[in-house]
């Protein structure tokens, strides 16, 4: 049957009907672990149904399980309380309703879009008699012919006795509204809690952090380079026994091993090009969702990131590609395709990993067959043919290895250096001022998914984004400087992965997070916790360690131009 086509406007005539949907039904505390709303024994009222399709990728990916609720609602008309149908409560039906009570089970409907959120029912104090909310008596706010506001309340407190009937009923009330329609989301955001000090606080902090780093690079590279420019130029003039007794030192001394292709090429420039596209998916889902109230249409901002990404695999090509030709790799084509399916097999395995125990829990979170059919071939039809134009673009106009000083032929020995000079202790000390200048945000963006905020401030997200690369690439070359002074040219790895430390950072805090700002429980809960916060953070980390890579190179490149080689 088609779906009512009045079912999906937003304007409304007198006395036309008003569908109430009804979505998921799930514990409070488990934002992620939500049932189809029938699946506890709930009935159904009389009206004939109207079969809802997900709309988008997003809402299917979403678990958004839209069901007919049977009532008859009309535009300005109201309903007295009425009865729309009867649970005959069995031993089975009972138990069910007392398990959701249990666990604070809360269910979620929509009408016109607006979502609106009830309680199943309530336990009294000593936790042996359960009582269900029958009567759902809801207030709608119109203005002119749209539906601007949604409350509802629960009332008629029902003893759970086996074998007796319970009837569920509803009202309806209409009111004028003066909210404009644009601004009817509003209220379900929360700007005391997104606009708070603490915000605006973390926000300066970051940028104080921001200005002392710069600074500090910048004195590095005017007084270290100054002084040992200097000393070169005098060299030019000294005769060759002075020369070989001057002292000889540091980052000059590997001139000639700098410019190696780093270890592993072919998955260092596949994270390198993955981490530009993340970046650059970042940035414009950043801005679109500032420019776009995205939080207004179910799953818009997933339908988004994915189109997005989908869109920007020529940059992952590019990078990628561009980098591993200068490196002097061959096999091309292998990298093309490990950098295009790098991410979407980590999202991807993890996704399928999850949905397993999403079909074992019958929860309406499992991801349909057609969905992830749909999702393979965004990922073989759209991302593979744009990434190879990405990787032909950049292996044709920048593939050319072009490096200030020549090669040479035998790498030389890398010295003893004191051991917080290793790259490991330099990689694990690097992520820690960058996960510093975005944890604050961090908190935000969490409570936002794991909890029920809705997140809007995105101007914030921008310039933590803004502050995140500037501090993630002062470190990275900090970190290199360092490095190449020991007279240790693998500075590729040590930059990317002392930026990419980040997401450790990261992960740690999510399990902080978990045990101490939450109440989530269950196998399911807890392993799509941890299974997506693993994925965001691995994100991340490609994404900073990219970020830091790039900043670093162009450092390197720029500090070795200078220097006279004979």
């Known amino acids: 049957m088609m779906p009512h086509p009045d079912a999906f406007r937003y304007s409304y005539q007198d006395k036309e009907e008003v569908v109430l949907w009804m979505n998921t039904v799930g514990p409070y505390h488990n934002r992620q672990e939500t049932y189809k709303y029938f699946s506890l024994p709930f009935c159904v009222g009389s009206k004939k149904s109207i ?57 979620q409907m929509y009408i016109d879009d607006l979502p609106i959120w009830g309680i199943v029912g309530e336990a009294d104090e000593n936790g042996e008699d359960y009582y269900l909310w029958t009567y759902k008596k809801l207030e709608i706010g119109y203005n002119g012919n749209r539906i601007v506001d949604v409350n509802l309340t629960s009332e008629g407190k029902v003893k759970l006795v086996p074998n007796t009937k319970i009837q569920m009923s509803y009202s ?42 710069v600074g500090l690079v910048s004195m590095i590279l005017m007084r270290t380079l100054r002084k040992d420019y200097a000393r070169y130029s005098k060299e030019e003039e000294m005769d060759d026994m002075d020369r070989d007794l001057g002292d000889e030192y ?3 001394q590997v001139h000639g091993d700098v410019f190696r292709p780093s270890s592993h090429p072919l998955i260092f420039s596949s994270l390198i090009g993955s981490g530009c596209q993340i970046f650059a998916v970042s940035l ?9 109230d995205l939080y207004t249409e179910r799953g818009s901002m997933l339908s988004t990131a994915i189109f997005v990404y989908a869109a920007t695999s020529p ?22 395709f490990i950098g295009a399916f790098l991410i979407p097999a980590m999202v991807c395995g993890t996704a399928f990993f999850i949905n397993f125990i ?31 134009v990405g990787t032909i673009l950049g292996r044709n106009l920048s593939g050319q290895p072009n490096f200030p000083c020549r090669v040479n032929a035998v790498p030389r020995p890398i010295p003893e250096k004191k051991w917080f000079m290793e790259p490991a202790v330099i990689v694990c000390l690097g992520g820690i001022l960058p996960f510093g200048s975005i944890f604050i945000e961090m908190y935000f963006i969490f409570t936002s998914f794991w909890a029920y905020k809705i997140y809007y401030v995105y101007g914030f997200m921008m310039l933590v984004l803004v502050i995140l690369c500037i501090v993630t690439v002062c470190v990275t070359i900090v970190c290199t ?81 200078n220097v006279k080689i004979d």
């Open 250 to 252: 540091g980052w000059k």
């Open 172 to 213: 309806v009330k209409w009111k004028k509204s003066d909210v404009k329609f644009e601004d009817r989301f509003d209220k379900y955001l929360d700007p005391s809690f997104f606009q708070h000090r603490i915000h605006w606080f973390s926000i300066f902090n970051s940028f104080m952090m921001v200005i002392f780093l």
């Open 481 to 561: 400087y360092f490095l190449l002074n020991a007279e240790d040219y693998r500075w590729q790895w040590t930059s990317f992965l002392s930026a990419a430390s980040t997401a450790i950072y990261v992960y740690m805090y999510s399990f902080y997070y978990y045990f101490f700002k939450t109440k989530m429980y269950g196998l399911f809960q807890t392993s799509f916790y941890f299974g997506y916060m693993a994925v965001f953070s691995t994100a991340l980390g490609i994404m900073c360690g990219a970020i830091g890579y790039m900043g670093t190179s162009a450092f390197v490149r720029k500090i070795y131009t």
């Open 358 to 388: 999403a079909i074992y829990y019958h929860a309406s979170r499992a991801i349909p067959f057609g969905t992830m059919v749909a999702v393979c071939c965004i990922c073989f039809f759209v991302i593979l043919p744009l990434n190879l």
């Open 284 to 292: 414009i889902v950043i801005v679109v969702a500032m420019i776009e």
């Open 51 to 107: 079969s809802h399709y997900h709309e988008t990728l997003g809402e299917a990916l979403q678990g958004v399980e839209l069901e007919f609720s049977g009532l008859d609602i009309k535009f300005k008309d109201d309903v007295m309380q009425t009865t729309y149908c009867e649970i005959d409560l069995d031993k089975g039906r009972r138990d069910a309703f007392v398990y959701a009570i249990k666990n604070h089970y809360w269910y």
């Open 315 to 336: 940059v992952n090509g590019y990078f990628g590609g561009s980098l591993y030709a200068r490196q002097g790799g061959r096999r091309w084509i292998k990298q093309m």
